[in-house]
């Protein structure tokens, strides 16, 4: 008998949904988009580049699913097209500079103590500021859509302490721990507001939370591959564990190198909807011990630029296939630079497409039967 692969009724998601984040510096080298503050902020402008965005990406790659919203204003509060987590490090008086072809530069702020405001962080000129672009798309259209990246705990605890954040992990652990879990007060607080204004949170994460239709809440957690799998657990495992509970579909943003290193720590969070596995993670060893999560693959945007196209379909199909599940699979490449050829890009979607009809030949479930 053919196999049926079992999903997240959680999720709700087509087979292998794809997605790429082309970077600041190629939306300015080929399009002469600027990110300065306005870009963020102004919001009128928030449209106006949001829709020119997606007329862009639906002239080259429309035929793989791309630019559905070219015809439409649409008041868009967060760059969805980008991959920029500044707002809330800016929120607790970090310094962010907003330049032409990258994105926001958030300058550490290397706090002298381990004390924060949340009161102080929603009163500030930049948080004031989102409020006043949200306020002013609310008012012209009467709705909002989209997100703003709002990082995660350990990144946040770096941008306020610089380096220092390490040190107050080993010297003065719980004083850190109280630091760590009122940042996560702070997201949260922050993301509930998002989600209550347009109803998601994280896809200005990762986009591919978009081809969902349950809403993903992703943790960032990029800099996790600077502590010990042990670290996290004292100190950053209690936060997801809380989050995994209560704000489900819950997931992990991984896109160090070493995402299999936690593994077995994954595994034992009480759930984990989703993970954005980065490059060149292992995807076998990820699924041996998630075999119910979603594992969103995150293809290198400095290796595709090295690659042609047939290699790029070879790899595609064989982390795909280490993913083993079509249902928990998708595949990205993020932050992709001028650098990076349409064929380079064309070669993730046409794989993909290629895998999901291979896939829908196989997968064959009987009437009774029911999603896991």
């Known amino acids: 008998m053919s196999p049926s692969y079992h999903r997240n009724e959680l999720l709700e998601n087509e087979m292998l949904p794809a997605d790429i984040v082309l970077a600041p510096a190629w939306w300015h080298y080929h399009e002469g988009i600027t990110f300065d503050e306005d870009f963020f902020f102004h919001p009128f402008r928030r449209v106006e580049v949001e829709r020119r965005m997606e007329k862009v990406l639906y002239d080259r790659w429309g035929r793989f699913g791309l630019g559905r919203d070219r015809d439409e204003d649409v008041p868009v509060i967060g760059a969805v097209h980008l991959a920029a987590g500044y707002l809330i490090s800016e929120m607790l008086g970090c310094k962010v500079d907003y330049l032409e072809d990258s994105p926001p530069q958030v300058i550490s702020a290397n706090l002298d103590s381990l004390e924060i405001s949340p009161e102080a962080a929603f009163q500030a000129p930049a948080f004031k500021k ?12 009467g709705y909002l859509r989209g997100d703003v990246n709002w990082g995660g705990i350990l990144n946040i605890a770096l941008d306020l302490r610089g380096q220092a954040v390490f040190i107050d992990m080993i010297e003065r652990p719980e004083e850190t721990s109280r630091f760590l879990a009122g940042i996560g007060k702070i997201i949260d607080r ?21 081809h969902l239709p349950k809403p993903v809440f992703l943790h960032s957690e990029c800099s996790h591959t600077m502590i010990s799998v042990s670290d996290y657990e004292k100190l950053l495992m209690p936060l997801d564990t809380e989050w995994s509970r209560k704000r489900r579909p819950f997931g992990i943003h991984y896109c160090g190198e070493d995402p299999h290193r936690y593994a077995e720590v994954f595994a034992r969070l009480p759930h984990l909807d989703f993970l954005d596995v980065g490059w060149p993670g292992n995807v076998k060893k990820l699924r041996g011990h998630l075999p119910e999560t979603f594992l969103n693959i995150r293809y290198s945007p400095v290796e595709i630029v090295k690659q042609e196209p047939d290699e790029i379909r070879r790899t595609v199909r064989r982390l ?29 979607f046409e794989e993909v497409e290629l895998l999901r009809k291979e896939y829908s030949e196989i997968d064959r479930p009987s009437g009774n039967e029911t999603d896991s």
């Open 320 to 348: 795909v296939h280490d993913s083993a599940n079509p249902y928990l699979t998708g595949v990205c490449c993020i932050n992709m630079d001028q650098h990076v050829h349409d064929e380079q890009i064309n070669a993730i």
């Open 190 to 210: 922050f993301t509930n507001g998002l989600a209550s204004a347009s109803g998601t949170t994280s896809i200005s994460v990762n986009r591919t939370v978009g």
């Open 130 to 141: 989102f409020e006043s672009l949200t306020d002013a798309l609310k008012t012209k259209y």
